[in-house]
C-alpha cells in the first residue's frame, strides 16, 4: 500500500520551455516570475508573458532562501496577489517561489508554518498555481512538496511541506541547464545522484519509488561525469531526468543521512546544498557497507548500487567509493572543513542531524557515535 504524489502536468524536452507564457495564461493574467539574481536569465520569459498580454511582477532569488528573504518578499508583494507564480531557477530559486505561493494566501506569518523551529501549523488555504523551469539538473524541486528555508537565527535549514505545494506544472528544458559553471554542474549533478540512490535505500520506498530510481541510478552515474568534463548535451539530457526522477523520488520515500546532515551542516556554513551532498555521500554510502547483513534486501540493493559506481568510474569492485571521493575533490568539490564545518562543532551536528526528518528514511538507526564518524570520513 502506497500513495503517490507528482505535478498535474510534467513537460520534459529541450524546447518545452517555450510554452511557458501560455501555459501560465491558462491560470489568469497576473504572473509572478521568480529567478536568480541574473534577470537577464529571465529576460526571454517576461518578453513571452508581455506577449502573451499577462502582467508581470518580479522577485528575485540570489542566494538559498532565507526567512528574512522570504519574509521580506511577502512583504513587497502585499495584497496584490497573483494568479500564477512562475520559478525559474535552481533549487533555492524554486524553493523560494514553492514558499511565496504557499504563504501568499495564508494569513499566518512565515515561522508560524516551518518544521522544527517554527509552528509546523498546516497550511489553512491552498498554495497558488505554480510552473517551475529548473535550470540545474539537481535538486528536483520542480516535482517536490517541500521548500527548505534557511533559519539564520537558528543557524538551521527547515522544510515547508504540504503536498499542495507541488508544482502544478514542470517543465523539465535541458537547454536552460546547460553551460552553468563547472561548480554548479558537480554539486547539482552530484545531488541529482543522491536523490536517486537515497530513496531506493529509504525504508520508505515503494514499487513506483523502486521503478523510477532503479532506472535512474545507472544513467545518473554515467552521466555525470559527461557534464562535468565535457558538457556533453546528450548527457544533459539525461542528467535532466536523473534529477527529476530523484525529484519524484524523494517526494515518495523520503531520502536518507545524507540529506539528515545537509540541512543542519547548510543551515550552519552556507555551502550550497548539492556540494554538501557530494561531500557526504561516499562517507555514508560506506557506513551503510559496515552494517548491512548479506542476505537482507537492503544489502542486496547496496551492493548493487556500489557495483554502479565502480563501473562508472571503471575501477576494481569495492574501489568505487573511494574513485567517486578523489574524482570529486579532482574536480574542486571541498570537503567539510573548507566548506566552514569547524570539526569541533561536528558533535554538535550529529546532535542536531539525528533529528532531522530525512533520516527517517535511512536504513539503519545511526548513533550519534556513527554520526561523528561518518563527519570525520
Given at each position: 500500500m502506497?500513495?503517490?504524489?507528482?505535478?498535474?502536468?510534467?513537460h520534459f524536452g529541450?524546447?518545452?520551455?517555450?510554452?511557458?507564457?501560455?501555459?501560465?495564461?491558462?491560470?489568469?493574467?497576473?504572473?509572478?516570475?521568480?529567478?536568480?539574481?541574473?534577470?537577464?536569465?529571465?529576460?526571454?520569459?517576461?518578453?513571452?508573458?508581455?506577449?502573451?498580454?499577462?502582467?508581470v511582477v518580479r522577485e528575485s532569488c540570489g542566494a538559498e532562501p532565507s526567512l528574512p528573504a522570504l519574509e521580506a518578499a511577502l512583504g513587497r508583494i502585499g495584497a496584490d496577489q497573483p494568479d500564477v507564480v512562475i520559478a525559474l531557477g535552481g533549487g533555492s530559486v524554486i524553493d523560494f517561489a514553492k514558499a511565496l505561493a504557499a504563504l501568499i494566501p495564508c494569513a499566518g506569518k512565515p515561522l508560524d508554518y516551518l518544521e522544527g523551529v517554527g509552528g509546523g501549523k498546516p497550511l489553512e488555504t491552498a498554495p497558488?498555481?505554480?510552473?517551475?523551469?529548473?535550470?540545474?539538473?539537481?535538486?528536483?524541486?520542480?516535482?517536490?512538496?517541500?521548500?527548505?528555508i534557511a533559519v539564520p537565527e537558528h543557524g538551521v535549514k527547515v522544510s515547508l511541506r504540504d503536498a499542495r505545494m507541488i508544482p502544478d506544472i514542470a517543465i523539465v528544458d535541458a537547454a536552460l541547464m546547460q553551460g552553468?559553471?563547472?561548480?554548479?554542474?558537480?554539486?547539482a549533478g552530484l545531488d541529482a545522484v543522491t536523490q536517486v540512490i537515497e530513496p531506493y535505500l529509504s525504508v520508505k520506498a515503494t514499487p513506483m519509488?523502486?521503478?523510477?530510481?532503479?532506472?535512474?541510478?545507472?544513467?545518473?552515474?554515467?552521466?555525470?561525469?559527461?557534464?562535468?568534463?565535457?558538457?556533453?548535451?546528450?548527457?544533459?539530457?539525461?542528467?535532466?531526468?536523473?534529477?527529476t526522477c530523484g525529484g519524484l523520488a524523494l517526494a515518495n520515500a523520503g531520502l536518507g543521512a545524507v540529506h539528515g546532515f545537509a540541512g543542519v551542516i547548510g543551515g550552519q556554513t552556507g555551502a550550497p546544498h548539492g556540494?554538501?551532498?557530494?561531500?557526504?555521500?561516499?562517507a555514508v554510502l560506506a557506513s551503510h557497507v559496515e552494517k548491512a547483513k548479506a542476505g537482507t534486501q537492503v544489502h542486496t540493493r547496496l551492493m548493487w548500487v556500489l557495483?554502479?559506481?565502480?563501473?562508472?568510474?571503471?575501477?576494481?569492485?569495492?574501489?568505487?567509493?573511494?574513485?567517486?571521493?578523489?574524482?570529486?575533490?579532482?574536480?574542486?568539490?571541498?570537503?567539510?572543513?573548507?566548506?566552514?564545518?569547524?570539526?569541533?562543532?561536528?558533535?554538535?551536528v550529529a546532535k542536531l542531524s539525528a533529528g532531522a526528518s530525512s533520516m527517517k528514511g535511512t536504513p539503519f538507526a545511526l548513533t550519534e557515535t556513527e554520526l561523528i564518524a561518518i563527519l570525520r570520513a
Open positions: 502506497f500513495s503517490f504524489y507528482s505535478p498535474q502536468a510534467l529541450r524546447g518545452q520551455a517555450a510554452q511557458t507564457a501560455a501555459l501560465a495564461a491558462g491560470f489568469g493574467a497576473r504572473v509572478l516570475i521568480v529567478h536568480g539574481s541574473n534577470t537577464a536569465r529571465a529576460a526571454w520569459l517576461i518578453e513571452d508573458c508581455h506577449a502573451a498580454g499577462l502582467s497558488l498555481p505554480m510552473i517551475a523551469l529548473p535550470t540545474t539538473a539537481g535538486t528536483g524541486a520542480e516535482v517536490t512538496k517541500n521548500a527548505v552553468a559553471p563547472r561548480r554548479v554542474t558537480l554539486a519509488t523502486d521503478a523510477l530510481c532503479q532506472a535512474a541510478i545507472p544513467k545518473g552515474l554515467a552521466a555525470l561525469r559527461a557534464i562535468v568534463e565535457q558538457d556533453a548535451a546528450d548527457a544533459w539530457d539525461d542528467m535532466a531526468w536523473v534529477s556540494e554538501i551532498c557530494g561531500a557526504l555521500l561516499p557495483d554502479l559506481i565502480d563501473t562508472a568510474f571503471e575501477v576494481e569492485t569495492g574501489a568505487g567509493l573511494s574513485a567517486l571521493r578523489n574524482w570529486s575533490r579532482d574536480m574542486r568539490l571541498r570537503d567539510l572543513a573548507q566548506m566552514g564545518l569547524d570539526p569541533e562543532d561536528h558533535a554538535q
